[in-house]
């Protein structure tokens, strides 16, 4: 825990010379956060199948993420505040971002209804009624206490009428205020800082993320996310529109995609200037027997694992790529064993951190276009 | 791995003046294991939820068990055997003890058949029907591979007639004589050896199981295991049974109780000279929430753990216990994160380790019953 708090501080160490891929160092009260980053994501304060431990000393991301609307449902804010925090909670003493419910509320489609004043939403679990505003959103986000947290948006779906998108991105807009606005009231719940970063959202139309960007920008928050993406859109599409809104987000604050997404969408995206990314792919996919490796994807459910007794990844990244075997790993997911799922996300997720943290090297030694389109082509391979 | 297979060896290294409590050490070519010992149950290879690093460094125990009826159906003794047996498979250079199936088998009830050539049972996974003799569960176990092999018996319900009783155990004690004859033919499929246990059975009747332990301490195997027991009888019936046997069971040779129990029922059973032990229930029952610690149980769903923030367990047997408070665990359990299941069968196992290391500790020191007592009335309370 730090002695003093201290704003939030991004400190960018080199810009790549051919793409804008940066290589940066955030600093919170929790820690340093080198970037281009992947934050694991801990849904209802665990991420999913893995030890604190095994994320701290095998993994090692230096933050993870929080979901406000899971953790605002259970335990409940009270509890996390008895708890002196969501850090304290979990026992996770390095960064954390929380984002805003927004995304989540988005999609309970039918079960929840979207005015200026802010959201009403049924519970997934009981179906009791809520209601989110950026003036509430802000005070749950507070109590949980994250390093990060983030402004109260709409998230369009995709696809999505140009008019829906741009009054829907001008709410937006009017919710970042009401929460700069709230949270200029409040003072300090725990013995640290938080910040909040807005979100650009404005669909997949250029000209609305234009907009969007230049607001977002107009109002020097210490860090700033592009929201609404990796929604269904196809990846050009989506990379089109981080390059647009990339191009006018202030180059000294970190910009963080937020959801995205496959190992070849983080290199994209990084190309075109993002420094932070989260997703539940790699424990979600993992849970389901996809394997993220260097060389591909396996599905380790198939049956030509059965009989191969070779390490899951003898690039060996995280421990269990060697501890495990593919025929072993196989055999508990065809049994249905928890073992299996819990090793998928522990490789999965070493394999995003190590993905980041090769970018950042290449990054720092000015290879990194060469590097990213050699990794692309293998990536996405099936073996 | 051994250079020189070697036979199964038990040095008795004390008896309690107080009780028939022992202590001693098996040495099998993967290690010594020091006794009274707890043995986790591996059912598919692998222990629920545990992994492999977490089973050596954290809850140490020198022996784990795997299931020949599971482990014959998936992934099938084929692929373990090209595996090069089910320690390489599972990776795990310690020993292993195999159940010979017949408790599953008889688990089955309606979907087998007890014939006196063997059991015709039906798979509980795709309907097939399979057909274990005692010769073929021989061959089996010894593809899988474990140290020590169980003979095929059948293990009666409870309650039991005593004609049927009498009948089965005589059965048992046939195909023990089969079970014997046949890996007589058999040469070591592996470079280490493997050891035969017979099983006294009877039922809850004193003359069976006295009659039964006395044909197959006859037998002068290499240790010996009672099973038919914990089936639902009282546990006083338990107890007397036990008795009974270890009054006749040889010395020298290390008394394995299969499938027991709760902390009471080994200490107990310790107390009656038993060396060995196996149960599912400190990882079942940590699955659905219940902690077991030396103050007593705790069922970790309850509300009043809601905002406990203290450590699962103050004594801090393996690591989990102070790293995660009651409150956290609670959560989880509540939101049905896997984590709160794995937390729950690390502690318990553990717990469990650290009982029979205990119990071992007061052997030596000639001071186990005054401790077993004081530890019984604590065990069972609930917290």
Known sequence: MPLTKKQMKFTLEATDLNSSARAGTITTDHGTIETPIFMP?????????????????DINPDIILGNTYHLYLRPQTDIIEKAGGLHKFINWDRSILTDSGGFQVYSLSANRKIKEEGVKFKSHIDGSYHFFTPENVMEIQRSIGADIIMAFDECTPYPCDYQYARRSMQMTHRWLDRCVNHLEK?????????????????????????QSAEYISSKDAKGNAIGG???????????????????????????????????????????????MFDCVMPTRNGRNGM??????????????????????DPQGITWVDTEYSKAYVRHLFTVNESLGRQIASIH???????????????????????WKNEM???????L
């Open 41 to 57: 994501v801990g849904t209802v304060g665990s991420v999913k199948g893995i030890h604190q431990r095994e994320l701290r000393e």
């Open 186 to 210: 409040l003072p300090l719940k725990y013995d640290y800082n938080q910040t909040l970063f807005p979100i650009v959202q404005g669909s997949t139309f250029k000209d609305l993320r234009q």
């Open 229 to 275: 993406l990796s929604v269904g859109e196809p990846a050009e599409v989506m990379y089109e529109m981080t390059e647009a809104v990339t191009d006018i987000l202030p180059k000294e604050k970190p910009r963080y995609l937020m959801g995205v997404g496959t190992p070849v969408n983080i290199l994209e995206n990084i190309a075109l200037g993002i420094d």
């Open 291 to 312: 394997l993220f490796t260097s060389e591909g994807i396996i599905n380790i459910k198939n049956k030509k694992w059965e009989d191969d007794f070779s390490p899951i």
């Open 348 to 370: 999965n997720l070493g394999f995003y951190l190590w993905l980041v943290r090769e970018a950042r090297k290449h990054i720092l030694e000015g290879s990194f276009v060469s």
């Open 376 to 382: 692309v082509k293998k990536l996405d391979q099936r």
